[in-house]
């Protein structure tokens, strides 16, 4: 009778302990792994959009120096500058940006206006305007 006792109370301790140690199922992991995947995802591509977003705006800013420095070099003439296109490269920061001058007139006789368009290989990044005017 003692041994059938003792049998039965080992079986019962060796339910509880698969029971306690029973832990998460795979289908359980694998719904939190892609819960997980899917929260990175969207975090690295916020991040993307940030880098991507810093990128645009040093190339406008420095797009906007190029063309505030044509505009400048055009209004220290003291003249009117002449109806055409002008191409010219701008130094800044280590890389080179295209500017075009395009100078068209006006129906007033003493204004033009001047449109500085600012490319980066090709790619345009900023087109700025001014009119000038003969002092």
């Known amino acids: 009778m003692q041994y059938k006792q003792r049998q039965a109370h080992k ?14 199922t795979l ?3 694998l ?3 892609a819960i997980v995947a899917i929260a990175l995802l969207a975090g690295l591509q916020a991040t993307t959009a ?3 977003n810093a990128m645009r705006q040093s190339n406008v800013l ?9 505009l400048v070099g055009i209004r220290l003439l003291n003249q009117m500058p002449n109806i055409g296109e002008k191409t010219s490269i701008c130094e800044q920061a280590g890389r080179n940006l295209q500017v075009i001058l395009t100078v068209q007139p006006t129906p007033n006789l003493k204004f033009r206006r001047v449109d500085a368009q600012i490319s980066d290989a090709s790619v345009p990044v900023l087109r700025l ?4 005017t003969q002092d």
Do not use: D, Q
């Not at 079986?11 to 998460?24: D, L, Q, V």
């Not at 420095?62 to 044509?70: M, T, Y």
């Open 11 to 24: 079986t019962n301790a060796m339910r509880s302990i698969t029971t306690a140690a029973s832990g998460f």
């Open 27 to 29: 289908i359980e992991v």
């Open 31 to 33: 719904v939190a792994l």
């Open 50 to 52: 940030l880098t991507n």
């Open 62 to 70: 420095l797009a906007h120096v190029c063309a505030e420095n044509e």
């Open 129 to 132: 305007s001014a009119v000038i």
